[in-house]
């Protein structure tokens, strides 16, 4: 028997630079993996300090993506190291001019279906993200009318400029017959005597036929009549449409209920004007 019979040809030189080349490829994801661990590892505090920078408290923590970043870390560095032991192990077989064992496919394998895994997950986090940011964005503006109701004041969200939003309160007022009696421009005022403030607008309407019967029930109502639609932009760009409630002015004037639509019709027209 030839005793070469368990041996074979001893490996040519293209075989060794095929399994570098297999050992640098793989070096290669297992470093991606790393970086994009990183990235998503660092995403959770980017989102912290997006909402801190819009001073909005954050809706929910993001320790996913610290656990998503720091798992796909520990998988680039597992790669390196199965990686560089499969390779001292092919050479091993190469020097020693053994046949060649089936090729193994299993860390590739594990390696696709670790990040089919994660990216389910990471799908799975991202939608739930964008679901609980919109849910907090409604509490947000649902807030900020809750905390100005306690002193009688309503702010709705505008989807148009200050300028824009006062035009189409006007044309409403017009149309239903309700007399402006002035529009005060604080910003325009603040600007003559050299002082800036976002664009700020006062818009002083009402109709004497609703106002006189709230005065004679109550004469101090006087003091909030005319009514008042206050259009501003805050420092975040946003503008507000503002109002007193009228369930508000009924309490704070002692005024009868079946009067309260005399006043209660300036939430229409702020709706009107904002939406």
């Known amino acids: 028997m030839d005793s070469s019979a368990g041996t074979g040809q001893k490996a040519a030189l293209s075989d060794y630079l095929?399994?570098?080349?297999?050992?640098?490829?793989?070096?290669?994801?297992?470093?991606?993996?790393?970086?994009?661990?990183?990235?998503?590892?660092?995403?959770?505090?980017?989102?912290?300090?997006?909402?801190?920078a819009q001073r909005v408290s954050p809706a929910q923590p993001y320790g996913l993506s610290l656990w998503f970043g720091t798992a796909l870390i520990a998988a680039g560095v597992a790669v390196n190291l199965f990686s560089g032991w499969h390779h001292l192990r092919l050479v091993r077989f190469l020097d020693l001019g053994l046949a060649t064992r089936p090729h193994n496919t299993t860390l590739a394998i594990a390696t696709a279906l670790f990040l089919a895994m994660v990216g389910?997950?990471?799908?799975?986090?991202?939608?739930?993200?964008?679901?609980?940011?919109?849910?907090?964005?409604?509490?947000?503006?649902?807030?900020?009318?809750?905390?100005?109701?306690?002193?009688?004041i309503l702010s709705k969200r505008s989807n148009y400029s200050v300028d824009e939003t006062l035009e189409r309160l006007k044309r409403t007022?017009?149309?239903?017959?309700?007399?402006?009696?002035?529009?005060?421009?604080?910003?325009?005022?603040?600007?003559?005597?050299?002082?800036?403030?976002?664009?700020?607008?006062?818009?002083?309407?009402?109709?004497?036929?609703?106002?006189?019967?709230?005065?004679?029930?109550?004469?101090?109502?006087?003091?909030?009549?005319?009514?008042?639609?206050?259009?501003?932009?805050?420092?975040?760009?946003?503008v507000w449409v503002s109002y007193n409630s009228g369930a508000y002015l009924q309490e704070r004037h002692g005024l009868p209920k079946e009067l309260l639509q005399n006043i209660a019709v300036v939430e229409n027209l702020a709706n009107a004007a904002a939406e």
Request: hydrophobic fraction near 45%; charged fraction near 20%.
């Open 18 to 52: 095929a399994a570098e080349r297999t050992l640098l490829a793989w070096i290669r994801t297992g470093l991606a993996l790393m970086g994009f661990g990183f990235v998503v590892a660092r995403f959770g505090l980017f989102l912290q300090q997006l909402q801190f």
């Open 120 to 152: 389910v997950g990471m799908a799975i986090y991202l939608i739930s993200f964008r679901d609980s940011a919109h849910s907090q964005s409604r509490m947000n503006e649902e807030s900020t009318m809750t905390t100005t109701t306690s002193n009688g």
């Open 173 to 238: 007022l017009q149309a239903k017959g309700v007399a402006i009696f002035a529009i005060v421009d604080h910003s325009g005022e603040a600007e003559k005597v050299g002082l800036k403030m976002p664009p700020t607008k006062l818009v002083i309407f009402g109709n004497p036929k609703a106002g006189t019967p709230l005065m004679l029930a109550s004469s101090s109502i006087a003091i909030d009549l005319p009514l008042k639609i206050l259009i501003s932009e805050d420092r975040e760009g946003k």
